[in-house]
């Protein structure tokens, strides 16, 4: 079964940057959708950011302008880049992906395990 691992969390301050990264664990054939989602404190998991098989991308009003979604198809690799980050983002992140493992295997659904983002005032 295809896991998807996710890495790149950690404390940051209030302003910086950081890049979230979510590697598939095995050779897969295609990604077709992406997707983040987070759990921040004292809210329901909310979409974060999403991009379509043909690139087309699009994100919630909380982060536009700020975080970046992009796919690295050589590396089997999706990318949260957040930049400019608040308080208000701190939460749990999780990458979201439609992948198909073989040329003959259909379109499934994976989630990562969620990774922590912490900022700091």
């Given at each position: 079964q295809v896991q998807l691992v996710e890495s790149g969390g950690g404390l940051v301050q209030a302003g910086g940057s950081l890049r979230l990264s979510c590697a598939a664990s095995e050779s897969i054939f295609s990604i077709n959708t992406v997707a983040?989602?987070?759990?921040?404190?004292?809210?329901q998991r909310e979409w974060v950011a999403s991009m379509n098989s043909g690139t087309a991308t699009n994100y919630a009003e909380s982060v536009k302008g700020r975080f970046t979604i992009s796919i690295d198809n050589a590396k089997n690799t999706v990318y949260l880049q957040m930049n400019s980050v608040k308080p208000e983002d701190t939460g749990v992140y999780?990458?979201?992906a439609g992948i198909r493992r073989s040329s003959s295997s259909k379109i499934r659904d994976y989630w990562g395990p969620g990774t922590q983002v912490t900022v700091s005032s």
């Open positions: 983040w989602y987070r759990h921040t404190p004292g809210a999780y990458c979201n």
